[in-house]
């Protein structure tokens, strides 16, 4: 199953190296990161890269396509590449993912026009103007899209859908090695049970 994962400058990090955890550990997974160039691709903040090994012309039809947002996602909604790429590879996929705004691109691609889809809760009545129908749920998944909710909801996304693509078994041990077993010291991951002082001061994080 070969799963790609564009960059793009100021992508988050745990979009994309959450799933890519929960896939890299799951036998006969492939992924492989990558760009309109190979070489490092800068995060949002500035400190940590990614290496792009490949380029969209040497994926032009993966199994599985898997888009981070970020707070760079507004410039790769301009990013005609990588657009055309997903275009261009989406009609061979057995699933098309995204990971917060990530689903902004597949959007901005067409990919999600008359379908129910998510993203970070800040941005998601934003999906509405991109033809797509907000759905504030963690992981929705529409025919063979599949998207999440912000950053960290990208690893429940990956087992998600790795039990779809394989079986609940191959989720669970899967689960299991990464030991992901969240108990949050705070209830406050949602804007349904963080107070109104939190989720503003949450907004001046990331806007």
């Known amino acids: 199953m070969r799963v790609a994962i564009p960059l ?3 992508f988050t ?4 190296v959450g799933p890519y955890t929960v896939l890299a550990f799951a036998p006969g997974f492939d992924v ?9 691709v800068v995060d949002d903040q500035g400190s940590l890269s990614i290496t792009a090994t490949a380029t969209y012309t040497d994926l032009p039809a993966p199994d599985i396509i898997l888009v981070p947002g970020g707070p760079g996602t507004l410039e790769a909604m301009s990013d005609h ?27 901005t ?21 991109l033809g797509a129908t907000p759905v504030a749920d963690r992981v ?11 950053v960290s909801s990208g690893i429940d996304m990956a087992l998600t859908l790795l039990a779809e693509a394989t079986d609940i078994p191959t989720a669970e041990s899967v689960q299991l090695a ?15 049970t963080a107070s109104p002082e939190v989720r503003e001061r949450a907004l ?3 806007v």
């Open 81 to 107: 590449p990588l657009l055309n790429w997903l275009k261009q590879a989406d009609p061979h996929t057995r699933w098309t993912t995204s990971v917060c705004s990530g689903s902004y691109l597949l959007a």
């Open 8 to 10: 793009y400058p100021r």
């Open 178 to 192: 990464m030991e992901y077993d969240p108990q949050p010291p705070f209830q406050a991951g949602s804007p349904k």
């Open 140 to 150: 929705v998944i529409d025919g063979k899209y599949v998207t999440a909710a912000g």
């Open 13 to 16: 990090a745990l979009d994309a």
């Open 32 to 40: 492989t990161f990558i760009a309109e160039t190979p070489g490092p």
């Open 109 to 129: 691609a067409g990919l999600l026009t008359g379908r129910k889809a998510t993203t970070h809760w800040a941005l998601l009545d934003g999906l509405t103007n």
């Open 204 to 206: 001046d994080l990331i």
